[in-house]
């Protein structure tokens, strides 16, 4: 099964509101991702955690705040957004570097379907 | 620095036609490559990968891409295309310049290619 799910599937909220993604994977993966997709752009990514422990942070602006629970979840909480952070919110897993049974940073990031994102 | 090349935003071929989507690479070290397909409103779904081995690797739904070392290229092929393939295909290579101290997963995506099949 390589699955990973998301919700909700779409959001809209205002400037003020605080909301959060959610994302979960039941594959064991250990490495899991935040992207943000723009329309037909390449998803851009925003943070990556390891082991729980958060190992990437693309200088993503601070009312992006993500959250790592357990090895299965990923959250995303959002807080003061602007409009221009409409978008497609993609969440992946995978094992991480070195740790996958194909080795070191070769396997395979797995996506789930989205968050669509409105903000009014 | 490591990039790589999607260098037709779209591609039109017809049903039952040979498709070709093309994707070229720089980095250093090793490379490994990636196609996914990202259909409208969907996320991405993976298709295949090349790590090592034979140049020629088989993927789903009857995709394959070829790995050249000399040319830098990782074409995505179908003999026989369908119009259910329509949709949005991304290389991706991953990034070996920087070492993330444990999570060196990152992928360097391409801008993607916009493949039309026409019935």
């Known amino acids: 099964d390589t699955e990973v799910t998301q919700t909700p599937k779409h959001l809209v909220m205002g400037m003020t509101n605080k909301k959060s993604l959610k994302c979960e994977q039941h594959m064991g993966h250990r490495a899991m991702y935040w992207y943000k997709q723009k329309a037909k752009k390449p998803p851009e990514l925003m943070f990556v955690y390891s082991y729980e422990k958060l190992s990437i942070n693309e200088s993503v602006p601070s009312r992006f705040s993500p959250e790592c629970p357990n090895s299965s979840l990923l959250n995303l909480h959002l807080h003061a957004l602007q409009p221009e952070d409409s978008a497609l919110y993609l969440c992946?897993?995978?094992?991480?570097?070195?740790?996958?049974?194909?080795?070191?940073?070769?396997?395979?990031?797995?996506f789930g379907p989205g968050t669509r994102l409105t903000v009014l | 620095a490591q990039s790589v090349a999607q260098p037709e935003d779209q591609v039109n071929v017809a049903e039952g036609n040979p498709l070709t989507v093309k994707c070229t690479y720089s980095?250093?070290?090793?490379?490994?490559l990636f196609w996914y397909v990202q259909y409208p409103n969907r996320g991405l779904q993976f298709l295949l990968k090349?790590?090592?081995?034979?140049?020629l690797v088989k993927g789903s739904y009857g995709f394959e891409a070829e790995f050249n070392k000399s040319q830098t290229s990782f074409h995505l092929k179908k003999p026989s295309a369908l119009v259910s393939d329509s949709a949005l295909y991304f290389c991706?290579?991953?990034?070996?310049?920087?070492?993330?101290?444990?999570?060196?997963?990152?992928?360097?995506f391409g801008t993607g290619t916009l493949l039309a099949v026409q019935p």
């Open positions: 992946a897993s995978s094992h991480p570097g070195g740790r996958g049974p194909q080795g070191r940073g070769t396997d395979t990031q797995y």
């Open positions: 991706a290579v991953r990034d070996n310049a920087m070492n993330y101290g444990g999570a060196t997963n990152k992928l360097i």
């Open positions: 090349y790590i090592t081995g034979d140049n």
């Open positions: 980095v250093s070290g090793n490379p490994y």
